[in-house]
């Protein structure tokens, strides 16, 4: 049983590109969250989500990132017009259930690096 | 304000020593509280999960204890071995019926061990 897949692990984009961060949860799993982890500090909640609902958004800066759970395929983190304080290890997780009850899975993580 | 604050912020010790590291927060409701170990440039990985009744928990040579009243936690590690180098990260989940993004993380302790 493949383990939170996240790709690419490691992204460079120039200022003003936009950048897509891809998450497969680990299988049976229905529910995922994004969090944002910047060098020396913790991880900060970004968004969850459940199939094709978005959950709870409060973590999200409320321009340029937007993130999706469609029916079929992975989650997605879309970063746009990225500026250097985006530069971050973005982090997906999943769980069976909700994360009062349930246990929760990481992937390694995506580093985007904005130049 | 819910915040999880953890020490030491960072700790080197010899091979086959033991340490403790600590966690403190002011979360509420408090709904289970749970343990990471995140090895450089990797995700994080659960070590124990405790309930507010849960005084302590072992796993392997992993030990966390719990006093709800105080709103401490300590993990304690035995006869650490090099592969025990990495950052151990608090977290505190809320207890919330409504949204699910509720997991208030430290910002870690960074153990070094040296042969």
């Known amino acids: 049983n493949a383990g939170v897949m996240q790709n690419p692990r490691h992204l460079v984009r120039r200022r003003g590109q936009e950048a897509r961060l891809r998450c497969s949860p680990m299988?049976?799993?229905?529910?995922v969250y994004w969090y944002r982890q910047l060098p020396e500090e913790g991880l900060k909640f970004m968004v969850y989500l459940q199939k094709e609902n978005i959950i709870d958004e409060s973590g999200m800066p409320k321009e340029r990132f937007s993130a999706e759970f469609p029916k079929e395929g992975p989650s997605i983190l879309r970063i746009q017009q990225v500026v250097r304080g985006d530069s971050a290890a973005y982090f997906c997780?999943?769980?069976?259930?909700?994360?009062?009850?349930?246990?929760?899975?990481f992937g390694e993580g995506s580093r985007l690096t904005v130049l | 304000k819910n915040q999880v604050e953890q020490s030491p912020q960072s700790l080197i010790i010899l091979e086959g020593k033991n340490c403790t590291l600590q966690?403190?927060?002011?979360?509420?409701?408090?709904?289970?509280l749970r343990w990471y170990k995140q090895d450089t440039g990797r995700g994080p990985v659960s070590l124990t999960i405790m309930t507010f009744s849960e005084n302590t928990k072992s796993n392997g040579r992993y030990t966390a204890t719990l006093d709800a009243d105080t709103k401490q936690s300590s993990l304690h590690i035995t006869a650490s071995q090099l592969s025990d180098s990495a950052s151990y990260i608090c977290v505190v989940i809320l207890n919330y019926g409504g949204s699910q993004g509720n997991l208030i993380f430290g910002k870690g302790t960074k153990l070094s061990v040296k042969p």
């Open positions: 299988k049976g799993h229905s529910h």
């Open positions: 997780a999943s769980s069976r259930a909700g994360t009062s009850a349930g246990e929760l899975f």
């Open positions: 966690c403190n927060y002011t979360v509420s409701p408090f709904s289970n």
